[in-house]
């Protein structure tokens, strides 16, 4: 089996866009993660909802998690306000890792390859500079474990 083959209709977000929107995106869905394009359309990174999750919890908390606990701070107030005007490209790192992009005729195992080497929840599948979709990891095992 191909890329082609396993590749999924997959949500683009452009580094632009409204995060807000971004992350309803993510939720409302139960996504990985997104895929964001430069403004060509050109596959920029892949934001993992892991990611977003970092963005919103404080970094004190990060560090000494046990504070969280003494906070009377309700997330969801916090989710609305840090992403207020804020653009999707302000979610991503400052140096985001290499793109998980994967061509059409790799197999499964090529893909998993780089899914693994790039601890990503998702690959982009390109065919002549095109997205077709993306393979997460949960379809990937689905396919891996199905008798063939």
């Not at 302000?90 to 893909?111: C, F, G, R, W």
């Amino acid at each position: 089996m191909h890329g082609e083959q396993m590749a999924e209709d997959f949500p683009v977000v452009s580094l632009d866009d409204e995060a807000r929107q971004a992350v309803e995106l993510l939720a409302s869905r139960r996504l990985p993660g997104l895929i964001v394009t430069r403004p060509d359309g050109s596959p920029y990174a892949v934001l993992p909802a892991s990611q977003v999750v970092r963005f919103l919890v404080p970094s004190y908390v990060q560090d000494d998690p046990s504070l969280a606990r003494v906070i009377d701070e309700s997330l969801a107030d916090r989710v609305a306000d840090k992403l207020s005007g804020v653009s999707v490209r302000k979610l991503l790192p400052a140096d985001p890792s290499e793109v998980p992009v994967v061509n059409h005729d790799d197999t499964i195992l090529e893909i998993a390859a780089i899914m693994a080497r790039l601890r990503s929840p998702l690959v982009v599948v390109m065919r002549d500079g095109r997205i077709l979709g993306a393979v997460t990891a949960s379809r990937l095992l689905e396919l891996a474990c199905t008798p063939h």
